[in-house]
């Protein structure tokens, strides 16, 4: 096992839903470089999404990659995840820190908000994800945003997530804008390969279109 700590930059993979190779996806991913791993699952009950994310966490650990639990601090906190991530509808930073604590990893979705950024910025997030950036499979009615706002948020000074419909051909300009992660679903979780797809990922942080413009 090797320590964990916040990567500063790189692939954050996310899970969606039920499907039956879940713990062998997320193991092909962190092998293809995910930097990051986020459980997101709206469909199972309680009992279902605490066995699983343990059993990510894990997972995790042997990688020395945090653990990301989606919406649920009281998930978070249970199984000591890594940390959470809260949406606008989801409990808030301050509810978050008490729960987690300093360590904790706490990341807010500010869609196409540069105002909400500032605002979570202040309360002490330690990320904020921007997105949809392009038509979502997963999440076709997610508010998309603009790739400026990457630009206009750099002097926030905290890591930048970008999200949505993200794919290799596409991700090169999110980074070159600022992105200092690629959260993604379908173009690693839906595809045969899923390590191979993550590589593809990984790759263009070393790429030498992914410098800032
Ligand atoms: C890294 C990251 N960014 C954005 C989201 C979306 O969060 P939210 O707006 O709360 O929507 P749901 O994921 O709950 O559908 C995310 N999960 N992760
Ligand atoms: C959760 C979420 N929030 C905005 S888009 C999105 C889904 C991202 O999934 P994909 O990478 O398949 O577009």
Do not use: W
């Amino acid at each position: 096992m090797t320590s964990t700590s916040f990567p500063d930059r790189g692939l954050y993979v996310i899970t969606d839903g039920p499907r039956p190779d879940l713990f062998e996806a997320v193991k092909q991913a962190l092998l293809g470089g995910a930097r990051l791993v986020q459980y997101r699952d709206k469909t199972h009950d309680a009992q279902r999404r605490h066995d699983e994310a343990r059993t990510l966490l894990a997972l995790c650990r042997e990688h020395g990659v945090p653990l990301i639990i989606n919406d649920d601090i009281s998930l978070a906190r249970t199984i000591g995840a890594d940390g959470v991530h809260l949406g606008e509808t989801d409990d808030g930073i301050a509810e978050a820190r008490a729960a987690l604590g300093a360590n904790a990893i706490i990341g807010v979705s500010c869609y196409d908000s540069l105002e909400r950024a500032q605002q979570m910025t202040k309360q002490g997030a330690n990320y904020i994800a921007f997105g949809a950036f392009f038509p979502s499979p997963t999440k076709p009615l997610a508010r998309r945003a603009h790739v400026d706002l990457l630009r206009h948020s750099a002097a926030l000074g905290i890591p930048r997530v970008a999200i949505g419909g993200i794919t290799p051909d596409n991700g090169a300009s999110l980074i070159a804008a600022g992105a200092d992660y690629l959260a993604v679903i379908s173009a690693v979780f839906g595809r045969p390969d899923v390590r191979a797809a993550a590589q593809h990922f990984t790759q263009l942080y070393f790429s030498d279109r992914a410098v800032s413009s």
